[in-house]
């Protein structure tokens, strides 16, 4: 599987971005698909995930109420919407996915993902 980030850039606080992360090579319907980021100088971080058998999506705590992931099955894409954009949300952003089913509570892990974009760069102004 090969994951394509997109959409990132620069915008003011409190602005709107759309990530898009394309997959090829495979179906995603059926993965569980992640949202990361990494700040410079600091660990990469789960921002959302969206999985199969969840009853919905689950997100880190800093982005809840303001960040939706969604999936399109039929584009082979899923989504990063952020809204109320904050200077702490600047990041390179990475999609990973991985083979196989995975339960809610490891959705957070980076470790359990496979293949991984190649990042998209969110620069939030003050």
């Known amino acids: 599987v090969q994951l394509q980030a997109s959409g990132g850039g620069l915008v003011q606080a409190g602005g709107s971005l759309r990530l898009s992360c394309a997959a090829s090579?495979?179906?995603?319907?059926?993965?569980?698909v992640a949202w990361f980021r990494q700040a410079p100088g600091k660990e990469r971080e789960f921002v959302a995930a969206?999985?199969?058998?969840?009853?919905?999506?689950n997100y880190a705590e800093y982005v809840k109420g303001r960040f939706t992931i969604s999936r399109d099955n039929a584009k082979n894409t899923v989504y990063l919407e952020m809204n109320s954009l904050k200077p702490e949300d600047t990041a390179v952003y990475y999609c990973?996915?991985?083979?196989?089913?995975?339960?809610?509570?490891?959705?957070?892990?980076?470790?359990?993902?496979?293949?991984w974009g190649q990042g998209t760069l969110v620069t939030v102004s003050s």
């Open positions: 990973a996915t991985r083979d196989n089913r995975i339960i809610s509570s490891a959705v957070n892990r980076a470790g359990v993902y496979q293949y």
């Open positions: 090579g495979s179906s995603f319907s059926s993965r569980p």
């Open positions: 969206i999985n199969t058998w969840s009853a919905g999506p």
